[in-house]
């Protein structure tokens, strides 16, 4: 596998494990899908990609600063994001363990689905802190060395800040806001069911990227 297309494997990969644990993005998604049509839950779903996608300029414009004054910050960068990893993970497990659909959680804000989840994303103290430790990593130019860190794996190197790597984070996203919308115009509840499965799935995708990431700060410190 090219390093190329590996990255761009582990940014899909990495951008479904975020997008599809239940929740009120899940849940504003689903509603407006079932109410509106497919291009209305999709138009939420791009709502809260375009929170992401404002974070991630952010991102792009400090990365480059705050990495050149303060020493060694992708160390503790690496370490915070692994946290921030394992927090949404075990939400994901849990989530998986009470939740029997994407729609239950109550979101009780008043306004157009893509405006809701563009203010909760914006507000949202997760994403806020996910793009201050794992974005920055994410968009620094270097390489990672996953297999170093697998003793399974022989080879499997990703291009943090490359083009595949961002590219495939937001395809991820992509992918997931216009296939779940379609899933629930065209089969409804039954696929709703399917959610405690979903989110249990990326609850163990999250929890193996927040232990490499607390894998990688910690070797930084060695």
């Known amino acids: 596998m090219s390093i190329d297309l590996a990255t761009a494997v582990a940014g899909i990969i990495f951008g479904l494990a975020l ?57 503790a960068l690496f370490l915070l994001g692994g946290l921030l990893m394992l927090i949404f993970a075990v939400d994901a497990l849990t989530t998986s363990i009470r939740s029997t659909s994407f729609t239950d959680t109550d979101v009780t804000v008043s306004a157009t689905g893509f405006q809701k989840t563009l203010v909760l994303g914006l507000t949202n103290l997760f994403q806020i802190a996910f793009w201050l430790t794992i974005g920055l990593t994410l968009v620094r130019s270097g390489e990672l060395d996953i297999a170093s860190y697998l003793p399974l794996v022989s080879e499997f190197i ?65």
């Open 19 to 75: 997008a599809v644990p239940p929740g009120p993005m899940n849940a504003i998604i689903a509603e407006e899908s079932v109410s509106r049509g497919w291009y209305a839950g999709f138009l939420a779903g791009f709502g809260a990609m375009l929170a992401d996608v404002i974070f991630f300029g952010l991102a792009i414009l400090g990365a480059a600063t705050v990495f050149d004054v303060i020493d060694r910050l992708e160390v």
């Open 158 to 222: 990703v291009n943090t800040g490359s083009v595949s790597l961002l590219g495939g984070f937001f395809l991820g996203i992509v992918i997931w806001i216009g296939i779940y919308p379609a899933a629930l115009v065209a089969i409804g509840e039954r696929f709703d069911a399917f959610a405690p499965f979903v989110a249990a799935l990326s609850g163990v995708v999250l929890l193996g990227f927040g232990l490499l990431f607390c894998w990688v700060g910690i070797d930084g410190l060695l």
